[in-house]
Structures are given as C-alpha cells and as structure tokens.
C-alpha cells in the first residue's frame, strides 16, 4: 500500500448542472402561474365587468399582477447567473494540495507563501467559495460548488501536508 502523496480535486460540473435544471423548471413554473393570474384576471374582468368601474380594480389588478411578474424576473435572473457560471467552468484541477505547496484555482504556491486557506462567502446570490491567500496579496477561489470534496477534507488535507502551519477556516460556513 502507497502513501498519499497530494489531495487533486477536479472541477465538477454535476452540481451545477443539476441547479441549471432546477432553475429552468423555477422559472417555467412561475411563467405557468403568471398566464394563469392572467387568465383569472381576465375572466373576472369580463364576468364582473358591470362592477369594475372607476381606477380602483386597475390598482388591484397592477399589484397582482406585478407580485408574479417580479417573481419571474428575481428567477430569471438566478437561472441566468448559474448557467452562466456553468458556461464558465474551467475544466482541470480546480484544487491540489501536497507537501510541496498547494494550488487553488490556477494559483499555486509553497506552504511559507500562504497566509490564508479559508471558506468564504462572496457576497448575496453566491455560494461560499475556498479562497487562497498569499502574502504578496494575491488571491484565487474556486466555489464549493463546483468540486465534490467536502470542506473538512479539504481542511485535513491543509493540515496534514502543511505540517499543521495552515488549516482551512471554516468559519464563515457556520450558519
């Protein structure tokens, strides 16, 4: 039996085309629900017609109408962010980590140039990505969700070929 001699974590594109999927059916779901308060809308229109005067059934009718067509659009805008970011994905390693150094996202360097290993999230609408930091101040992330190891292996293996110098901070994954 053969030691371990480096940690290679490829780019998955799994994860993300599953989200792909599962935002097209979103976004198919809500233009369903928007022709069907359209067509509501409309019948009530035409069955209470007699009843509908003056501006107040406008107002009525822009809010419920708005209310779905905002939905759509907020998901639309999702479906369109993650299949661009599956349009994206790099094919390769998107981590490796060894004795010598380790390399995220195409940076790579020596355990004495690392200053930070953590997980991090970016920002709103994106997920927590693993981050490389160097001490000249470069940095590279590779998003959790285009790899399938999980964030503890990626921790042990920091530790363990950094000769416990480093660990991957996992701080910002706590809820």
């Known amino acids: ?3 371990i001699v480096e940690l290679v974590v490829p780019y998955d594109a799994g994860p993300l085309t599953e989200k792909v999927a599962r935002r097209r059916a979103l976004v198919r779901s809500r233009i369903v629900s928007l022709v069907i308060t359209l067509a509501v809308l409309v019948a009530i229109y035409f069955w209470q017609r007699d009843q509908l005067q003056g501006n107040g059934f ?4 822009g809010v419920v109408i708005a209310i779905p067509v905002i939905w759509l659009i907020v998901v639309l805008i999702m479906y369109l962010r993650t299949r661009k970011r599956l349009r994206t994905l790099q094919p390769g390693i998107a981590v490796q980590i060894g004795p010598p150094g380790i390399m995220v996202g195409g940076l790579g360097a020596s355990w004495p140039e ?3 290993v953590a997980a991090v999230k970016p920002g709103v609408g994106h997920g927590p990505v693993l981050r490389l930091t160097l001490h ?25 070929f950094s000769a416990s110098r480093h660990g991957v901070d996992l701080t910002a994954l706590d809820n």
């Open 114 to 116: 690392v200053a930070a």
């Open 58 to 61: 406008l107002v009525v009718y």
């Open 1 to 3: 039996m053969s030691p």
């Open 136 to 160: 000249d101040g470069r940095q590279a992330a590779v998003p959790f969700e285009q790899i399938t190891v999980f964030p503890a292996t990626l921790d042990g293996a920091v530790r363990a």
